[in-house]
């Protein structure tokens, strides 16, 4: 019954890699997000789908590629993976203009 | 511009009141929330307000807004050990490409 799901919750992966985390809600919410916090629990948002388009890139490097596959799912895709791309990822939705409810993050690492 | 500021750290004896204090800048935030994140866990959202509201109350959650300062506020009455956590104070705009803007979070302690 989960809202807002992320896979995988743990990542740790070299230097170098391209990995992919996915997200699903079953809220029938029309916007997803992908956000970021780093080790000081700053939260800043990266990009923001709304019926699979994308609406916000927050200059982001262009390692980092969002899809949509469908209003439900929102995936992230991470190439050349690099040491300060180590942190939480957040993926969130909401009801365009609403509250948005978040995953439970996964924790990123890159060695 | 878009910026919300909270302080980041506050100590409060159990069963007291602790209120987290939340400054934002942009006036056309027209939603404003809080939200709980526990130690490895995702973000909650505990409650929200309308830009057009001074107040909201739920159970030991009281929420003030003062527009006119940008000033929000979110009290949380009688404090428990399980309340311990980051709130973050956070906004968003009436728009279609709208984007939640979070502060940097304030980290709450409850100390016997």
């Known amino acids: 019954d989960t809202a807002v799901s992320q896979t995988p919750k743990y990542l740790v992966t070299q230097m170098g890699n391209d990995k992919s985390i996915k997200c699903e809600q079953n809220l029938g919410h029309d916007t997803m997000y992908w956000y970021k916090q780093d080790s000081k629990k700053f939260l800043k948002i990266m990009f923001s789908?709304?019926?699979?388009?994308?609406?916000i890139n927050e200059t982001v490097p262009n390692r980092f590629s969002p899809k949509s596959p469908d209003k439900a799912h929102l995936n992230l895709h991470i190439n050349s993976l690099e040491l300060g791309d180590s942190a939480v990822y957040f993926c969130?939705?909401?009801?365009?203009?609403?509250?948005?409810?978040f995953g439970q993050g996964t924790r990123l690492t890159v060695v | 511009g878009e910026d919300v500021e909270q302080s980041l750290f506050l100590s409060v004896r159990e069963g007291d009141s602790s209120v987290i204090n939340c400054t934002y800048t942009?006036?056309?935030?027209?939603?404003l929330y809080w939200y709980k994140q526990e130690p490895g866990a995702g973000l909650q959202l505990l409650t929200y307000i309308f830009s057009n509201m001074d107040m909201k109350q739920d159970q030991r959650l009281t929420v003030l807004l003062n527009k006119k300062d940008k000033h929000l506020s979110l009290r949380i009455a009688d404090t428990q050990t399980g309340d311990s956590a980051i709130y973050f104070c956070?906004?968003?705009?009436?728009?279609?490409?709208?984007?939640?803007?979070f502060g940097s979070g304030t980290r709450l302690s409850i100390r016997p």
């Open positions: 969130a939705s909401s009801q365009e203009r609403g509250e948005a409810f």
């Open positions: 956070a906004e968003s705009r009436y728009s279609s490409a709208s984007k939640i803007i």
């Open positions: 942009d006036s056309s935030s027209t939603y």
């Open positions: 789908y709304n019926n699979k388009e994308l609406i």
